[in-house]
C-alpha cells in the first residue's frame, strides 16, 4: 500500500528556521506537493517537486530525494502567520488511463510562538 | 472568477437521508475530485474525474457517488447517510493531472457535515 509519514506536530519561535520532513513509500511516484492549511479553511498550494532537488519560492523551500523516498520542507524567517498544518500530498501514477491521484499524509501542525 | 465553490457550507443530516454535495469550477478544468478530511486521517480521496462523463473511485469510495456531466460541475451524493460520514468535504480542480507536469489543485472551502 501507499504510505506516508510526517510528524504529527513542530513548535518553533518567530524568526526562526523550520523543517518538515516527509517520508513516503509509495509505488508509481509522480510528484510531491507541499500544502499549507490554517484551522478550518482549505488547502492551498506551497511547493511541487518531481525532480531530486531544491526548489526555492521566497520564504518557502521544497526538497525531495526519490532514491530515499524523502522530501522536507523549509520554512524561513517564520512568522506567527505560518502557525498552520503543512501537507505532504504524494502524486501516483494511474496505470488505468485516467488521471493520477493525489496521496496526502496525515499533516504537521506548526505552531509559531514569539 | 470565483474559482471552485461548494454549497452548503455546513449540513446537519439524519442517519440515513440522502443529500448532494454540491462542487462547481469556473476555470475550465479537466481534474476534479472529492475529499474528505478527518482528524487525524488527513485528506482522503473519495472519487476523482478527469473529465466530462468520466469518473473513478479513490481510496474511500463507498457509500458515496459521483457523476460528471459537465466539465464546470461535479456533485458528490450520500445515499444513506451514516455517522461514519461525519467529515469535512473538500472538492478540488486542476487543469489536467495526467504525466508529470506540474498542475495545482486548487480547492474549495468545504462542507462541513454531520451525521446524527
Known amino acids: 500500500g501507499q504510505n506516508i509519514d510526517q510528524p504529527t506536530e513542530m513548535t518553533a519561535t518567530e524568526g526562526a528556521i523550520v523543517q518538515i520532513n516527509c517520508t513516503y513509500q509509495t509505488s508509481g511516484f509522480n510528484g510531491l506537493f507541499w500544502y499549507q492549511q490554517h484551522a478550518g479553511e482549505a488547502p492551498t498550494f506551497l511547493s511541487y517537486?518531481?525532480?531530486?532537488g531544491l526548489e526555492e519560492k521566497g520564504r518557502f523551500s521544497s526538497f525531495l530525494s526519490r532514491s530515499k523516498g524523502y522530501s522536507y520542507l523549509l520554512l524561513k524567517e517564520l512568522q506567527m502567520k505560518d502557525s498552520a498544518s503543512y501537507l505532504c500530498a504524494v502524486r501516483l501514477r494511474s496505470y488505468t488511463g485516467g488521471g493520477n491521484k493525489l496521496t496526502f499524509g496525515t499533516g504537521t501542525q506548526l505552531k509559531v510562538e514569539l | 472568477n470565483a474559482g471552485v465553490t461548494q454549497t452548503p457550507k455546513f449540513q446537519v443530516l439524519k442517519t440515513g437521508q440522502s443529500m448532494t454535495l454540491q462542487c462547481a469550477q469556473d476555470m475550465n478544468h479537466e481534474y476534479m475530485s472529492w475529499y474528505r478530511q478527518d482528524p487525524g486521517m488527513g485528506l482522503r480521496l473519495i472519487h476523482y474525474s478527469v473529465g466530462a462523463g468520466i469518473t473513478d473511485q479513490g481510496e474511500v469510495p463507498n457509500g458515496y457517488n459521483v457523476s460528471r456531466s459537465t466539465t464546470e460541475d461535479f456533485p458528490l451524493r450520500l445515499l444513506s447517510a451514516a455517522p461514519s460520514q461525519t467529515s469535512v468535504y473538500f472538492c478540488a480542480s486542476s487543469y489536467s493531472f495526467r504525466g508529470s507536469s506540474y498542475n495545482e489543485q486548487f480547492f474549495g472551502p468545504g462542507t462541513r457535515l454531520t451525521v446524527l
Open positions: 517537486n518531481v525532480l531530486d
